[in-house]
């Protein structure tokens, strides 16, 4: 029963690989949503949530990665090892292949996309990012605006953008209810300095701009 059902993820991958794509972000997104996903759901059962592929999937996947023009070198190293692997760390690789390499640096709807693909397989339950609307503020808006509330709490200057000092890492996270009440959506805004690789401010404000917290890590640093 396995293998019909392998054969015929792998015939749905052969004909998703052989789609047009744009360019190497969609393609990347695209492989992950109508190839790796569908596999992975593939694979659950009855009893519960498959949360790992086997060597022959990774196979498998790398075989239509490759036929969609694409490579990756962790999953390369996944089969290597002879065993299977995590879903989601599978689709962490392949997404870092599209976005970069480090998770800090993607965009907040490249976050929120990706935890929307952990959510698709079953590997949490509800995505605890946002993506941007059309009321929101746009990204570059809500780094701006971030600069200007550590400015106002710490008398710092900082950039709006990636520069050869800081990083600007940004996220928009969902709303939530835990034993405390309801907490609103809020972007947060983390300035990291590129010498030391330290976070040294961070800020967090609602979806209308009001500041929730800020924290200066630079007491807490190493000389």
């Not at 054969?7 to 492989?31: C, I, N, Q, S």
């Not at 592929?53 to 023009?69: H, K, P, Y």
């Not at 996270?173 to 300035?191: I, K, M, Q, R």
Request: hydrophobic fraction near 40%; aromatic fraction near 8%; glycine fraction near 8%.
């Amino acid at each position: 029963m396995k293998k019909r059902m392998l054969a015929a993820v792998l015939a749905a991958m052969t004909l998703a690989a052989g789609a047009a794509m744009a360019d190497e972000k969609d393609g990347g997104r695209k492989f992950i949503e109508q190839t790796v996903v569908p596999m992975a759901r593939a694979n659950d059962t009855a009893q519960g949530v498959c949360e790992t592929f086997t060597n022959d999937e990774l196979v498998a996947i790398r075989q239509a990665l490759e036929e969609s023009g694409m490579k990756c070198a962790d999953l390369d190293d996944m089969i290597a090892a002879g065993e299977g692997d995590w879903e989601e760390e599978v689709i962490m690789s392949l997404a870092r292949e599209t976005f970069g390499s480090v998770f800090y640096q993607w965009t907040a709807e490249q976050k929120w996309w990706f935890e929307e693909q952990a959510v698709a397989i079953g590997y949490k339950e509800k995505n605890p990012m946002l993506a941007p609307g059309e009321d929101d503020m746009t990204e570059q808006e809500a780094k701006a605006h971030a600069a200007q509330l550590l400015a106002g709490e710490f008398g710092v200057t900082l950039p709006t953008e990636d520069d050869e000092t800081w990083e600007v890492a940004i996220e928009l996270h969902a709303p939530y209810t835990d034993e405390e009440g309801e907490h609103p959506a809020l972007w947060s805004v983390g300035f990291m300095d590129r010498a030391s690789r330290e976070t040294v401010y961070t800020v967090s404000f609602t979806r209308e701009g009001e500041l929730n917290g800020a924290t200066d890590y630079t007491p807490y640093l190493k000389p």
